[in-house]
């Protein structure tokens, strides 16, 4: 629920009920479509001009979703917490373990953002996750798009899918242009599977809770990728966000290895 002075600037008209930062790419003009479109109006920014309006089109205690590639997450978090609006962000993607402690809301996005602005799913596509403060807000918004998104109220149960994730987005990039073919192809690959096992020991969260077991990791890499046909991940995307996929595993592989 908003406070209430969020609540009494919103009925004024003087600001926009949330923020989108990333309106300009596919996940984000998907995001802002549909039914309830209008209540951003005035507060979809791109990453770029983010710097002169985050947290200000806004009333406190109101949704900021961030929808841009995970490169930018560093910033846009650090501007947000000077501006005292750090609870507020949503960050929608696949990043590293720990930023569903640095936001107030993390989501994981199982969907395929099509070039009509939309979000679509198929089977057996996972569930979209949604853990923090916004996150029912956040469901609420995808169920008006047709997306289904499971609200976690435990960090845990969040940060076991939040690793699955993260390792689709690992392997599949890679997996997909060194045999040059689409995803749904190649789920049951023996290279998609060494690669995921590679990644697995290392998908732990900042506390040092256990990774996902290899099975339900497994499972959900397959699914996934069983649900999206014809898609190639973009490497360009996966090379943008490195630090934040397989950079990010490799630094925690290397910490721990000594």
Known sequence: MLPLAALLALTSGSVAA????????????AL???????????ARMGRHDC?????RASAPGSPVVVATAADAWGSICSLARERGRERDLVLVGNGPLEWSAKAGTAILLYARATS???LESQPPCPSSRA??????????RLARLGISCTVDADRARFERHAAAKLAWACTMWLACDELDCS???ISDDPLVLELAREVHPWLTDPDGA??????????????YSLSLPGVRPSV????????????????RARRALG
């Open 32 to 42: 802002a479509a549909g039914e309830g479109a209008g209540e951003c109006a005035a």
């Open 183 to 185: 995803c749904e192809l």
């Open 131 to 140: 853990y923090g403060v916004h996150g029912p807000w956040f469901a609420a």
């Open 210 to 223: 256990a990774a996902p077991s290899e099975r339900f990791l497994l499972t959900q890499l397959r699914d």
């Open 51 to 55: 710097a002169e309006r985050l947290g």
């Open 116 to 118: 009509v602005q939309t």
């Open 236 to 251: 360009r995307l996966a090379r943008l966000e490195y630090g934040a996929r397989n950079g990010w595993v490799i630094s």
């Open 18 to 29: 949330w923020e989108l930062v990333g309106a300009g790419g596919r996940v984000g003009a």
